[in-house]
């Protein structure tokens, strides 16, 4: 993703669309990762229905104790 | 008319070794106490210091945010990042056993992942969900006199189980963003690099 991102520098946006058995773990994980490759509009989407359900800003993953 | 050199005594030698040593040595002590008064402080004046290190100090605390930090839903097992940002409390909507907005239950999480909705142009909304968040949304837009079917920038905290599938957490967040709340947060248990690396 690191290298997508810079080959594509004006692209920020991506949209992820997990199956539904997806672990929220690994979607998690996968959201870290795109993050970490600065992707600052991240949409996650819905495969079978095929509508978008949120788009994941900046701010949006927050961190708890 | 005759002169007559007296030859030196035994002792001025020394004598005169002697002086010298001494201007050596006063010349010496003169440099030294000059470098020395080259960085020498006169007087150092605290007071300016301790004023401005106690303004800065009342400055950051009046500035500061503040706000506790969210504590996790009992019972939610949280999966770990590396990124994100410190959240603050919030309204919470947590996903373990049980689904529990604000601490309160809602229903248990088996029959939100079963639950079927009842209005066809929404085949994702979870309806008992749906009622508790449109109930919360509307307090919100009472109180901040938003106009009703408006949506609102409060921000809802999702705190859910690592285990859950994908196709659930859609569904709740879809049943939130009808209800009215259209900022979502996904909060997880935040790990340091150093936390990784010892693992």
Redesign the interface.
């Known amino acids: 993703m690191t290298e997508i991102r810079r080959r594509y520098p004006q692209n920020a946006d991506v949209l992820v669309v997990?199956?539904?058995?997806?672990?929220?773990?690994d979607?998690?994980?996968v959201?870290?990762r795109l993050?970490?490759a600065s992707f600052s509009a991240i949409s996650?989407g819905?495969r079978t229905?095929a509508?978008q359900?949120?788009a994941?800003e900046g701010?949006?993953?927050?961190?708890?104790? | 008319m005759s002169s007559q050199i007296t030859p030196p005594g035994p002792m001025e030698p020394v004598k005169a070794m002697a002086g010298t040593h001494n201007r050596a040595r006063a010349a010496r002590l003169a440099r030294r106490a000059a470098q020395f008064n080259k960085f020498r402080l006169i007087q150092l004046n605290l007071v300016p210091l301790v004023d401005t290190f106690v303004s800065v100090v009342f400055f950051t605390l009046v500035t500061a945010t503040v706000g506790e930090?969210?504590?996790?839903v009992r019972g939610v097992n949280?999966?770990?990042?590396?990124?994100?940002?410190?959240?603050l409390q919030q309204i919470t909507l947590g996903i373990g056993p049980q689904v529990t907005l604000a601490g309160r239950p809602v229903m248990s999480t088996a029959d939100a992942a079963q639950a079927r909705s009842d209005d066809p142009a929404q085949?994702?909304v979870i309806p008992p969900l749906y009622a508790a968040l449109r109930a919360k949304a509307d307090s919100i837009r009472a109180l901040r006199r938003i106009p009703s079917g408006q949506s609102i920038d409060a921000p809802l905290?999702i705190?859910?189980?690592?285990?859950?599938?994908?196709?659930l957490?859609?569904r709740v967040?879809?049943t939130a963003?009808v209800a009215g709340f259209r900022?979502?947060?996904?909060?997880?248990?935040?790990v340091t690099e150093a936390a990784v690396r010892s693992s």
């Open positions: 997990p199956a539904d058995d997806v672990a929220y773990d979607l998690i994980h959201l870290e993050r970490v996650l819905n229905r509508t359900v949120a994941v701010r949006s993953v927050g961190a708890a104790r | 930090l969210a504590p996790v949280l999966p770990e990042s590396r990124v994100g940002q410190p959240a085949p994702l905290a705190q859910a189980d690592r285990t859950m599938r994908y196709d957490l859609s967040m879809q963003r900022n979502l947060t996904l909060q997880v248990s935040h």
